[in-house]
Every structure is written in structure tokens, then in C-alpha cells.
């Protein structure tokens, strides 16, 4: 990737996302909200961000959530991690669950999210009856203390 990404705006209000500083991995998505958006305890709503993207093929954007956002407020995106895929090319959108016991309200142009983009590896599944051994093994969760 030669870090330039082809965006679309797709309502001319929408803005572009910004890195909050020159080392951050995650760009902050801003919510295209026309007035003050509430989001009930255990609701979940669907924010639009006006904007289409051009990921590049072996890349992919993964939408977190802003530790602000959920720390502060108790929203993170309802899925925990959104993915787009390098041939999506409609509408990104954050899907925020409201994980607090008060109603939470977003801002029109809030930072409501964060996008991560990285490589990806596509394998081809090749399906045998014996895996080969390792220290770990099968220790599950919780096995390397």
C-alpha cells in the first residue's frame, strides 16, 4: 500500500477521518448526523459516516471502537470489531451498542470510531486428520498464565 487511500464523499457534509496524532494506527471515523443522535441502554444504532473507500486489494479496514468513546460513554461498535473488505465500495458505517445503563447521546461530527488498516493473508484450506505438535499444544484460554 503507497499510504494514500481513494475516499469517496458521498454527502459533501461528511468529513474525512484525521489521525489524532502523527503515530496513531487508527484513523477516528466522524458521524454524518444532521441533529444530536440518543442510543438507549442495550440499543444499538446505525451511524452513517458519508464515506466510501478504495481499500487496496490485501488490505482490509477494521473499524474498533474509541477508548474514549467506550470508557467514557459505554459505546463500542455492537459487532466489536467492523470489517471492510478491499471490494466493498458503499457506505461505511458504525453499528454503536450503547453498553451503559444511561442514555448516551452522539454529537453531529463526533469521533464515533476508529479504522485500522492492515494486511491480510487469504489461505486455501487443506483439510488432514493430524495437526503437527507444539509446546502449547491444546492449552486453551488462560494456559500461558
Do not use: W
Not at 26 to 44: F, Q, R, W
Amino acid at each position: 500500500m503507497n499510504n494514500i487511500l481513494q475516499i469517496k464523499k458521498l454527502d459533501e457534509k461528511a468529513k474525512v477521518p484525521t489521525y489524532g496524532t502523527e503515530y496513531s494506527a487508527g484513523a477516528d471515523l466522524y458521524a454524518l448526523l444532521d441533529s444530536s443522535l440518543e442510543i438507549k441502554p442495550g440499543e444499538t444504532k446505525m451511524i452513517s459516516t458519508g464515506l466510501a473507500m478504495a481499500i487496496p486489494t490485501g488490505y482490509v479496514g477494521l473499524i474498533y471502537a474509541r477508548s474514549s468513546l467506550g470508557t467514557k460513554k459505554g459505546l463500542a461498535p455492537a459487532n466489536k470489531v467492523g470489517v471492510i473488505d478491499s471490494d466493498y465500495r458503499g457506505e461505511v458505517k458504525v453499528c454503536l451498542y450503547n453498553h451503559s445503563e444511561k442514555t448516551q447521546t452522539i454529537e453531529p461530527f463526533e469521533r464515533i470510531a476508529q479504522i485500522v488498516f492492515t494486511p491480510y493473508l487469504q489461505v486455501d484450506f487443506n483439510e488432514v486428520n493430524e495437526l503437527d505438535e507444539t509446546i502449547r499444544g491444546e492449552g486453551g484460554f488462560g494456559s500461558t498464565n
